[in-house]
């Protein structure tokens, strides 16, 4: 790029492509330049906003030549907001996006053979069933923050949550002044379950328990008769707390029920569940669907999304997750369910669950399905699966990226790509998730 299209310049590129993250990738002199809110096949004017050597970041000023899919986004937020990435973008192009970067990212990883990619799709607005906003003092308002900034960005509603959640948010911020939640909240977080009859309140605060206690309680009748269906309110330490994410109050019930792929679910205030409510019954088919042997593992089971469903196809199972509410949950929900007798829940880490595994060489289960974080397996995961040789494994990834190394290294074990789809649970997002089902190659289809 030449001097005159440093820092502050004005170009005009052709966008390429779009990449993980959100942005389009266009080249200037041969430099890679990355802009959001651009489409593939776009002529742009752009600012170059942050030139960094080998690359550069830049800003849409103009659309030039735009592409068909090209569609006024529905939020007026959306561009100031860091929520969203995709929605100048029909719900048919995003979908193209995402399979385009999920399959160089596997590419990337030096992953051969790759199989068809089937999609699955649902309503791309509404969806949310959890989300969470940052408290702001004076005036009060509910924020998320401004893209590439810390700063709150106040917002009226949000067309990618649930309807009830956003009409929760317009009744906390037309009370918030004087229900008095600034002085002592951070942030809060909605999360409800599908027919909206049970409404959790999460709020996050840097008083000390005692004294977050008595606040509550004074609040609590209050956001009863304020939020409809709201069944529970609880407050944790926030980050800047001695003992963060520490439970420090609490009234009404502590946990929902979550009905999806009709089997009922205990999720705690505190336990992880996926967001997207229009989603869960055919990522639960997709995962589980068609087993079915004498023993599978749930690594990174959470409240049980995947385990119930094994638990009704497998003689056992076993699920291991780390986080205490979570555990909490999934011990219950076997048991609710009938099916802890034959199965049983590990409380610990998924490494150090496989390494006593391999050290005391116990037997390969039928079938290990895993929901990693977004950090993926990593080295030490992979290499004792590996090693365990279970005939078959299913991925649940929400990071390209990191599915693409764990692959690559579990298919120098002996294990073949056999099935892929990628779940749009995350739609106007760049965020993808996805399900690969791997068997090793002396198993056949």
């Not at 995402?98 to 160089?104: D, G, Q, V």
């Not at 008769?225 to 502590?254: D, I, M, W, Y």
């Not at 289960?365 to 040789?389: M, S, W």
């Amino acid at each position: 790029m030449s001097e005159a299209a440093g820092k502050s310049a004005t170009v005009q590129l052709r966008i390429e492509k779009p990449i993980y993250g959100g942005a389009g990738l266009a080249r200037a002199d041969g430099k890679a330049v990355f802009v959001p809110f651009t489409l593939p096949g776009e002529h742009v004017e752009a600012r170059i906003a942050d030139d960094r050597g080998g690359y550069a970041n830049a800003e849409i000023e103009t659309v030039l030549d735009p592409s068909p899919a090209r569609v006024p986004a529905p939020c007026p937020y959306f561009g100031a907001c860091g929520g969203c990435h995709y929605q100048h973008a029909a719900y048919a192009a995003q979908v193209e996006m995402k399979l385009a970067i999920l399959r160089e990212s596997l590419e990337r990883a030096h992953i051969r053979e790759i199989p068809e990619i089937a999609t699955l799709t649902a309503e791309p607005f509404g969806y949310r069933n959890r989300i969470r906003l940052h408290v702001q003092r004076t005036p009060f308002a509910l924020c998320y923050k401004r893209r590439n900034s810390h700063a709150n960005l106040p917002i009226a509603g949000c067309p990618i949550a649930a309807l009830q959640l956003q009409e929760a948010v317009a009744a906390l911020t037309a009370e918030g002044a004087n229900l008095g939640l600034s002085a002592w909240v951070g942030e809060l977080e909605l999360f409800m379950n599908p027919d909206a009859s049970s409404l959790l309140l999460s709020l996050w605060t840097e008083r000390p328990p005692r004294e977050a206690q008595r606040l509550l309680a004074e609040l609590w009748p209050r956001l009863q008769s304020l939020l409809p269906g709201l069944t529970g309110a609880a407050a944790f330490a926030s980050g800047k707390c001695r003992h963060a994410g520490q439970l420090v109050a609490q009234f009404g019930e502590n946990s929902l029920r979550y009905s999806a792929a009709a089997r009922n679910y205990r999720v705690s205030l505190g336990s992880f569940f996926q967001v997207n409510r229009f989603l869960l019954d055919a990522l639960v088919e997709h995962v589980t669907g068609g087993t079915g042997g004498e023993h599978a593992w749930d690594l990174y089971a959470g409240v049980g999304l995947f385990s119930l469903p094994l638990a009704e196809k497998f003689v056992a199972v076993t699920a291991v997750e780390s986080s205490a509410p979570s555990v909490g949950d999934l011990r219950e929900n076997l048991r609710s369910a009938g099916r802890d007798a034959t199965h049983r829940v590990i409380a610990a880490e998924t490494a150090a669950f496989l390494q006593r595994t391999v050290e005391q060489r116990l037997p390969a289960p039928d079938l290990v399905v895993v929901d990693p974080p977004r950090a993926g397996l990593g080295r030490d995961v992979t290499t004792f699966l590996g090693n365990i040789r279970a005939p078959r494994i299913t991925y649940v990834s929400c990071d390209p990226a990191t599915l693409g190394r764990d692959l690559a290294a579990l298919l120098e074990t002996g294990y073949s790509l056999r099935h892929m789809h990628l779940v749009d649970l995350f739609p106007q997002t760049f965020h993808l998730e996805s399900i690969t089902h791997l068997a090793l190659d002396s198993v056949a289809d």
